[in-house]
C-alpha cells in the first residue's frame, strides 16, 4: 500500500510497473495507478475501493462535485480498462524474491498460485512464513519442530530403548571405575612428588648453607685487602676518584645539556610546522571566504546595476511570453496552442494571433538573439520530439519557425540553459531511436547553436533525473531535485571548466515537477510535487555558493508543473496543477526585496507544463 493511514485496499504503486504510467490514469484520492476504475457521469475516474470508502461520508464526485453514489457509479471506459490490463506489473510478493512480471489483467490468477506467497508452517510450536514453494521442505528438512516417524515396527523401538539403557549403565559403571582409578593414581602420585621434594629440599638447604659459608669467607678476605690498599694509597686514590668524578659529572652535564637543546630543538621544529600548517589552512579558509564574498558582492553589484538601469527605463519589469502545456478537456489532457504575451504597462494577458504553435509540453525555453526558442517536449500527438521552434518576440506579426539546429535526443522533463551561444541540456525522458521505450537520462549535453552546430555528451550525472531543475552560475550547472526511480532532494554540481560533478548540500526535502529561477548566487525552487505527490506552494532560495537552504513566504496557490521567470527582483509564478489535478491560469508573484507574494491577472488559458521567457527591455 501506499500509506499505512489507509485502511482499504488502495491503487498500485508506480514502482511496480515497467513503464512510467501517465498520470491521466492515477487515482485523484490515493495518487495510485487506477486499481478496478470507476467513473462518475462526467468521465473523473477513481479506484473503485477509494470511490466506496469516499462515498460513506460525502455524496458528491471530488473532481466535478455532481452528486454521486454506489448506485450511480459507472464502470469506467473500455478504452481505459484495456490500457491498465495490458499493462506490465511485478507480482504482489516481488519483494520476497518472485521474478515475474505479469498483466493487470492476468495478476489476481498469478498472485492466488505464486509459490513466493508467503504461508506458516504447520509444525506445532514454529510459527515461521515462508515461501509456498519452500513449505514441505521446510517442514521435512529444516524445522526445529518437525516430527520424525520411525518406519520400522515397534519391536525395533524397543530394542534401540533396550540398548540406550544399557549403554547408558555400562557408562555410568565405566565413569564410577575411571572416577576410582584415577584417584588412587592421584593419591600415589601425591606421596611420591611429596617425598621428592622433600629430599630435594633438605639437598638444596645442605648446598646452599655450604656455598654461603664459602662466599663469606671470601668476602672478608678480600674486603680485608681491600682496606689495606685503601689505606696505603688513601691520598692518591682520592685525588684520582675526584678528577675523574669531576670530568665524569662534566661530561654527564655536557650530553645532557645536548640532549636536552636537540629535544628542544626538535619540539620547536615540530611546532612551526604545525603552526606553519594551521596558518596555511587559516589563510586558505579566509582566502575562500573572502572569494566568495567578492563573487557575491558582484553579483549584487550586477544585479544593482541592471536594476538601476532598468529604473531609469520607462517600463522597469520586462513583458513575459509563455506557450505550450497542457490542460483538460473532460477526463483528458489536450496540448495549448496559442503564444500569450503579459504586459506589465497595462497589466493584461494578450493572446499573439499570428504566433499559433504546434502543441507541446514538458518542454524547455531560452532566448537566442531576440528569439524565444522551444526545446523538445511532448508534441501533439504526445510523442517526444527532439525539435526546436523559434519566434522573434520583438515582431508582433512573427509566426513559429523551425530553428537551426535540433536537440541530440527526441525527449521531456528535460533542462536546457543557453550560455555564449552554447545550450546545456541535462537529464529528461529521451528515446535514442526509433522503436525504443523512452527512459531517465542521465547525460549533459552540450549542443552548438552557431555553426558548426555540434553536440556532444560533457558528462554523466551520478543519478539519472527528469522533471528536475537546473541553473548556471560561475560557469558551473546546478542540478536540483527531480526524479530518479523516486522523487529526489539531491543537488549535483557540474563544472563545466573543471569538466567534474560533485554532490552538493541537499534541498530540505524531496521535489520534482517545480520551476526554478537564478536570483544573484541563489536558486529559487517553487511549488511542485514531494515525496508523496503531494503538490506545494512551499519556496526555497538555495545559495549555490554555501549550500545553504532558507525557506521563504509560501505562495498562495499550491501548484506543481508550473513556470516561473524573475524580472529584476520580482519572481512571477504561472499555471500548473494544484492539489484536485486542476490546471491553472492563476499568476502570481513574489517581491524578493519586500518578502510579499500578490495576486496578478489570470492567464487567458489554463496551462500546465507550459514554459516561458521575459523581453529584455534593451
Not at 171 to 182: H, L, P, Q, S, T
Not at 369 to 388: E, I
Not at 540 to 562: E, F, H, N, W
Request: net charge neutral; aromatic share 6%.
Amino acid at each position: 500500500m501506499a500509506c499505512s493511514k489507509y485502511d482499504y485496499e488502495l491503487g498500485y504503486e508506480d514502482n511496480r510497473f515497467e513503464i512510467v504510467v501517465s498520470q491521466r490514469f492515477h487515482c485523484p484520492i490515493c495518487f495510485l495507478v487506477l486499481k478496478d476504475p470507476v467513473m462518475c457521469k462526467n468521465e473523473h475516474y477513481y479506484c473503485s475501493s477509494c470511490m466506496k470508502k469516499h462515498l460513506e461520508n460525502s455524496s458528491f464526485c471530488p473532481t466535478c462535485l455532481e452528486h454521486l453514489s454506489v448506485d450511480t457509479l459507472r464502470p469506467a471506459s473500455r478504452i481505459v480498462n484495456d490500457y491498465i490490463s495490458e499493462l506490465n506489473i511485478h507480482c504482489d510478493f516481488y519483494p520476497r524474491g518472485c521474478p515475474e512480471m505479469v498483466q493487470v489483467e492476468n495478476l489476481k490468477r498469478h498472485v492466488a498460485s505464486c509459490g513466493f506467497s508467503p504461508v506458516q508452517c504447520s509444525n506445532d510450536g514454529c510459527n515461521v512464513l515462508v515461501n509456498a514453494s519452500d513449505k514441505l521442505h521446510h517442514e521435512t528438512e529444516v524445522c526445529d519442530f518437525r516430527n520424525l516417524k520411525c518406519h520400522d515396527c515397534g519391536q525395533v523401538k524397543n530394542e534401540v530403548k533396550e540398548m540406550k539403557d544399557q549403554i547408558k549403565n555400562e557408562m555410568k559403571g565405566m565413569k564410577e571405575e575411571m572416577k576410582n582409578e584415577i584417584k588412587n593414581e592421584m593419591e600415589i602420585m601425591k606421596e611420591g612428588m611429596k617425598d621428592e621434594i622433600k629430599n630435594e629440599m633438605e639437598i638444596m638447604k645442605e648446598g646452599m648453607k655450604n656455598e654461603i659459608k664459602d662466599e663469606m669467607k671470601g668476602m672478608k678476605g678480600g674486603m680485608k685487602e681491600m682496606i689495606d690498599q685503601v689505606l696505603v694509597h688513601r691520598d692518591k686514590i682520592s685525588k684520582e676518584v675526584k678528577e675523574e668524578v669531576k670530568n665524569q659529572m662534566k661530561n654527564e652535564m655536557k650530553g645532557m645539556i645536548e640532549n636536552e637543546m636537540k629535544g628542544m630543538k626538535e619540539e620547536i621544529k615540530k611546532e612551526m610546522k604545525g603552526m606553519k600548517g594551521e596558518m596555511k589552512e587559516i589563510v586558505m579558509n579566509a582566502v575562500r571566504d573572502a572569494m566568495a564574498g567578492i563573487k557575491s558582492l558582484e553579483v549584487e553589484m550586477k544585479n544593482s546595476k541592471q536594476s538601476s538601469q532598468a529604473t531609469c527605463s520607462s517600463d522597469t519589469r520586462e513583458n513575459i511570453f509563455v506557450v505550450g502545456g497542457k490542460h483538460k478537456q473532460g477526463w483528458r489532457y489536450v496540448k495549448n496552442k496559442s503564444t500569450e504575451c503579459f504586459n506589465w504597462a497595462d497589466q493584461t494577458w494578450t493572446v499573439l494571433d499570428f504566433a499559433v504553435f504546434e502543441g507541446r509540453a514538458n518542454a524547455c525555453s531560452f532566448l537566442h538573439q531576440g528569439q524565444m526558442v522551444v526545446a523538445g517536449g511532448h508534441d501533439n500527438r504526445g510523442n517526444l520530439t527532439n525539435t526546436m521552434k523559434c519566434l522573434n518576440i520583438a515582431d508582433p506579426s512573427a509566426t513559429w519557425k523551425d530553428f537551426t539546429v535540433n536537440l541530440p535526443v527526441q525527449c521531456s522533463g528535460h533542462k536546457v540553459v543557453n550560455h555564449n551561444d552554447q545550450l546545456f541540456m541535462s537529464g529528461g525522458y529521451v528515446k535514442l531511436s526509433a522503436g525504443e521505450s523512452s527512459k531517465c537520462s542521465d547525460a549533459v549535453y552540450q549542443v552548438q547553436l552557431v555553426p558548426p552546430y555540434s553536440s556532444k555528451i560533457l558528462t554523466r550525472l551520478p543519478q539519472s533525473r527528469s522533471d528536475h531543475g537546473m541553473e548556471m552560475f560561475d560557469q558551473k550547472l546546478f542540478i536540483l531535485g527531480g526524479y530518479d526511480g523516486k522523487i529526489t532532494a539531491s543537488v549535483v554540481q557540474y563544472d563545466l571548466i573543471k569538466n567534474e560533478c560533485k554532490e552538493m548540500p541537499p534541498l530540505p526535502y524531496a521535489v520534482q515537477e517545480m520551476a526554478t529561477v537564478l536570483w544573484r548566487n541563489n536558486v529559487l525552487v517553487i511549488g511542485g510535487e514531494d515525496h508523496r505527490y503531494q503538490r506545494l506552494n512551499k519556496l526555497i532560495m538555495y545559495d549555490v555558493i554555501t549550500g545553504r537552504s532558507q525557506m521563504l513566504p509560501c505562495m498562495k496557490q499550491k501548484r506543481c508543473a508550473c513556470t516561473a521567470v524573475l524580472t529584476g527582483n520580482v519572481v512571477v509564478v504561472m499555471g500548473g496543477r494544484n492539489e484536485n489535478f486542476e490546471c491553472l491560469k492563476s499568476v502570481e508573484c513574489f517581491d524578493l526585496e519586500r518578502q510579499v507574494w500578490q495576486d496578478l491577472p489570470d492567464m487567458l488559458e489554463p496551462r500546465a507544463f507550459a514554459t516561458a521567457v521575459i523581453k529584455p527591455n534593451h
